[in-house]
């Protein structure tokens, strides 16, 4: 079975602050993604990584994805109270047909 | 591009009667579709996988004449949840994937149900 662990499951922080989320597994994956989603919405793709050691940017968020596919990182820099949601980490489970998914973190930026 | 509609967004119904939920691909077309349920500030709970022209697949302890799927057509999956009751009272998610290569899930924007 391919499990996600993702910490912390809960983070607060002041505004302009910098944080780091981490996506953890022992089972190596072809890609995986990284979604946040806002209270009573659908999760929204944020980014995939697919190469081992692979760097995305987006704005003020850099993903990481590990160099064995095996683990992933999200660290936001100078955090904003638009940044608030619950992030999840996900990865395809290609034997079973479905994706695995961590069990969030959800993120608090104060003003 | 790869939206996924979902329907209706709120609904409060009855103890004892059932709801309906859609979940449309509207732009290209999904022979799988993904049901979710999920509880506050938690991750999603995986109910059943909808497969396009045959039975779903339903995760371990999910009740499969509670909670009837069906995926008629390429671009449709609607969730029923039959006798509705306070504890089925939940967030419930879609989500469906072009199924390119390393194409990521897209979700609906999901379905706050309350029962009464």
């Known amino acids: 079975t391919q499990l996600l662990e993702q910490s912390p499951q809960f983070l607060s922080i002041q505004e302009g602050e910098n944080l780091t989320v981490y996506c953890n597994s022992s089972s190596v994956f072809s890609s995986l993604q990284w979604y946040r989603q806002e209270p009573g919405e659908g999760p929204v793709l944020l980014v995939t990584v697919v190469t081992g050691g692979e760097v995305k940017k987006l704005k003020r968020l850099t993903f990481q994805f590990g160099d064995a596919r095996k683990d992933s990182s999200l660290h936001i820099t100078a955090a904003q109270p638009g940044d608030t949601g619950l992030y999840l980490c996900a990865g395809p489970n290609t034997n079973a047909g479905k994706s695995t998914f961590g069990d969030g973190t959800t993120l608090t930026v104060k003003p | 591009g790869a939206v996924v509609s979902q329907h209706p967004s709120r609904v409060i119904c009855k103890s004892g009667t059932s709801v309906k939920i859609e979940c449309r691909s509207l732009d290209f077309q999904a022979t799988t579709m993904f049901w979710y349920r999920q509880f506050p500030k938690q991750s999603l709970m995986l109910m059943a996988t909808s497969n396009e022209g045959s039975k779903a697949t339903y995760e371990q302890g999910v009740e499969k004449d509670k909670f009837l799927i069906n995926h008629a057509s390429l671009t449709l999956s609607t969730l029923t949840v039959t006798s509705a009751h306070p504890e089925d009272s939940s967030f419930y998610i879609c989500?469906?994937?072009?199924?390119?290569?390393?194409?990521?899930?897209?979700f609906g924007n999901g379905t706050r149900l309350t029962v009464t």
């Open positions: 989500s469906a994937s072009p199924r390119t290569a390393y194409s990521p899930l897209h």
